[in-house]
């Protein structure tokens, strides 16, 4: 199986070759892409050392599969070039998840759409994956009438440029800024550009993709996101309406036996999601679930999972995974 990454040197192409490792993903050639101003330089994987190739170049090389991870505007421009020459893309960016003529997936919720005529596969938005993955069973058992979901985002979901103004800030040390504020101490409540309704594009991504995913436009979702000076992983506190009643403990049974989910969820002991246990694990994991006794028929919860893993490169990768064992690549 030869695999390109593209966006080997950025921090989700890192972790997707970290995360191909760590599974034991059946790489026979790894291709490592990245612009032009990377072109040449080395990368370790599995103890081989693997020069980064340009992007014409490594469509000329045919992998089977591309793991994409380099921004929506290189999406847009070379995932047509690399599924013309028969390789299949995975794109992590936001570039195709609102085609219509393209699959958004999470693999343990509609991997099954995916068939061979599927050659660009949409990656969902991190906070999405993490909620929806948790949403649903629970939709399939008690219909989600509505959601309403404020997110606490690590900086890592802004990249490289947020890690440093972050350690900059703790050390005293004027940097280079990626937000317009500080974030040490500090909790910013916008995520990516504001749209014309006065949402971020993240919140909107949350409500879109939602849908999309779970294959319904009836389910009403509000956002709001906000970037806080946190590394281990993004938070969400997910308020949910059903159609139908439920008990709390269905619903953590549901989720106990969900793949892909760890209920954390002990008062006696404390015992619930933070991103300090997140982080480095590909699962998601949801506590504080509860009845909301405001109205009928509604839950609060708390999700959490590693944006870099879950997030992005794992389940890039578990898409990747479910190609191969379907045989569609």
């Known amino acids: ?63 089977d599969i591309a793991l994409f991870s380099a921004g929506g505007e290189t999406s847009l421009e070379w995932a047509p070039k690399f599924a013309a020459a028969g390789t299949t893309v995975i794109d992590n960016s936001s570039a195709w998840r609102m085609d219509s003529t393209k699959k958004l997936i999470v693999p343990e919720i509609n991997a099954g759409e995916l068939t061979k005529e599927d050659k660009i596969i949409a990656n969902p938005n991190c906070s999405t994956i993490q909620m929806v993955l948790v949403l649903a069973p629970l939709h399939k058992k008690y219909n989600i009438k509505r959601v309403i979901v404020s997110t606490y985002q690590s900086i890592t979901g802004t990249g490289v440029k947020a890690v440093q103004q972050l350690e900059n800030e703790y050390a005293g040390v004027q940097g280079e800024m990626a937000y317009k504020y500080p974030i040490h101490r500090n909790a910013i409540p916008q995520c990516d550009s504001f749209e014309d309704n006065g949402y971020t594009k993240e919140e909107m991504k949350l409500v879109r993709e939602t849908q999309k995913i779970l294959g319904d436009k009836t389910i009403a979702v509000t956002a709001t996101a906000v970037r806080v000076p946190i590394v281990g992983g993004h938070s969400e506190a997910v308020n949910v309406e059903f159609s139908k009643d439920f008990e709390v403990s269905d619903v953590q049974n549901i989720l106990h036996h969900t793949d892909g989910v760890v209920v954390q969820d002990n008062n006696d002991t404390y015992t619930y999601p933070m991103p300090m246990y997140a982080q480095g694990k590909d699962d998601v994991f949801v506590g504080r679930i509860r009845r909301d006794e405001s109205q009928p028929n509604t839950l609060n919860m708390w999700i959490v999972a590693d944006n870099l893993r879950k997030g992005a490169a794992t389940n890039t990768i578990q898409i990747a995974e479910y190609l191969i064992a379907a045989k569609l690549v």
């Open 1 to 63: 199986m030869r695999i390109a990454v593209v966006g080997a040197t950025g921090m989700v192409g890192e972790v997707m070759l970290k995360v191909l490792a760590e599974r034991n993903f059946p790489v026979t050639e790894l291709i490592p892409v990245a612009s032009e101003r990377s072109v040449g330089k080395e990368i370790e994987f599995k103890g081989k050392k693997y020069t980064v190739v340009g992007m014409q170049t490594a469509v000329d090389m045919k992998a």
